[in-house]
C-alpha cells in the first residue's frame, strides 16, 4: 500500500499560521468571514445509527449513539419545500450515521429520485456509506442505479485519518480572540444539512446540537448563507474541525487514536447519558 506523502513541515506551519490570523476578531472585521455556507448543496442525515463507532466519529454515533433517525414525511416535507422554493439542487448528500441501516432507506431515495427525475435532473444525488458489513453490502447492491454510491470502505472503528473532533476550539489557549463565524471548508464544500431537527451550516454542527441540545436547527429552509452565521457561531467554537492545521500530523495522528476529549464535550456527553436533550421536530 502505497504511504500518503506528508506536507513538508514549513507548509502546514505557513498555512496553520495563516489561518490562525485570518480567525482573529480584528482581521475579520476588515475581511469579512473566511468561509461561507452553500446553499446550493446539502447533505441529509437520515439516521444516526452506525453499526460502526468509529473513534472522533463527527456526529457522535459512537459516545452518544442513538437510533433516532428522519421519517419519510420530513424527506417529503423537504422535497416539497425544495420544490416551493424553486430549489434545483446541486447535489444531495445522503449520509448518517450509516444510511443504509434506515429501514425505509429505499423508500427515501425513491422520493428523492422522483424529484430529481421530474423536477431537477442535474441534480447529483449521492449516497455516503462505510461499506462495512453484510447488512449494509446486501442493501447497497439494492439501491437504485441512478444513485451514486461513495463508499468509505471502512473496516474498524480505527479511522487514522480523522481528525480529534471532540476538542473544543474554545478549550483550548489561543482561540479568545477568535470569530468563529469563519467556519471552516466543509460549509462551503458539503453545503447545508439538514436532520430531523432542521437546517443547519453543515452536517456536523446538527451532529453538535443533537448532543449539546442548543435547538439550533432551523425549521425552515435557508434562502442565504447569512441566516446559518448564529448556526456557526454557536456550533464552530465546539468542533475540532475548526481547528485544522493547528496540531502538526504527528501529534494529531497520536491524538486521534487517543480520542481525546476537552472538558466542554466531556460534560456535554455527560449531559447526554443522563438526561438526553430533546431538540424541536423539522
Ligand atoms: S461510519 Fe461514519 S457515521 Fe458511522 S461511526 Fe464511523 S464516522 Fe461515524
Ligand atoms: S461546525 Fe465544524 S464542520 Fe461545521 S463549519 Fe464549523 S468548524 Fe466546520
Not at 425513491?110 to 441534480?123: A, D, M, Q, R
Not at 501529534?251 to 431538540?279: D, G, M
Request: charge should be positive; charged fraction near 20%.
Amino acid at each position: 500500500m502505497a504511504l500518503r506523502k506528508e506536507k513538508p513541515m514549513t507548509n502546514l506551519f505557513i498555512k496553520s499560521l495563516l489561518r490562525k490570523i485570518r480567525i482573529n476578531r480584528i482581521i475579520t472585521r476588515l475581511l469579512g468571514t473566511q468561509f461561507h455556507t452553500n446553499i446550493n448543496r446539502i447533505e441529509i442525515d437520515v439516521t444516526w445509527n452506525c453499526n460502526l463507532h468509529c473513534k472522533n466519529c463527527d456526529r457522535s454515533c459512537r459516545q452518544a449513539p442513538t437510533q433516532e433517525q428522519m421519517s419519510i414525511q420530513q424527506i417529503q416535507k423537504f422535497v416539497f419545500e425544495s420544490q416551493q422554493n424553486h430549489k434545483k439542487w446541486e447535489q444531495i448528500r445522503i449520509l448518517g450515521g450509516e444510511p443504509t441501516l434506515h429501514p425505509d432507506i429505499l423508500a427515501i431515495l425513491k422520493i428523492l429520485e422522483n424529484y430529481k427525475n421530474f423536477y431537477s435532473p442535474e441534480t447529483k444525488l449521492i449516497l455516503i456509506s462505510n461499506g462495512y458489513g453484510p447488512i449494509v453490502h446486501s442493501i447497497l447492491k439494492k439501491l437504485p442505479k441512478s444513485i451514486v454510491i461513495k463508499d468509505t470502505v471502512k473496516q474498524s472503528p480505527d479511522q487514522s485519518t480523522f481528525e480529534p473532533f471532540n476538542i473544543a476550539p474554545i478549550d483550548l489557549p489561543g482561540y479568545q480572540q477568535t470569530n468563529f463565524l469563519n467556519g471552516c471548508w466543509i460549509t462551503t464544500y458539503c453545503g447545508l444539512a439538514l436532520n430531523r431537527h432542521g437546517y443547519y451550516p453543515c452536517g456536523v454542527a446538527g451532529g453538535i446540537d443533537r448532543v449539546f441540545g442548543l435547538c439550533l436547527g432551523k425549521l425552515q429552509m435557508p434562502k442565504e448563507p447569512s441566516e446559518m452565521l448564529p448556526v456557526l457561531d454557536a456550533c464552530c467554537r465546539l468542533c475540532g474541525h475548526f481547528l485544522r492545521g493547528y496540531f502538526i500530523p504527528k501529534e494529531k495522528r497520536e491524538l486521534v487514536n487517543q480520542e481525546p476529549c476537552s472538558p466542554t464535550w466531556k460534560k456535554a456527553y455527560q449531559n447526554f447519558i443522563s438526561h438526553k436533550p430533546e431538540l424541536p421536530f423539522f
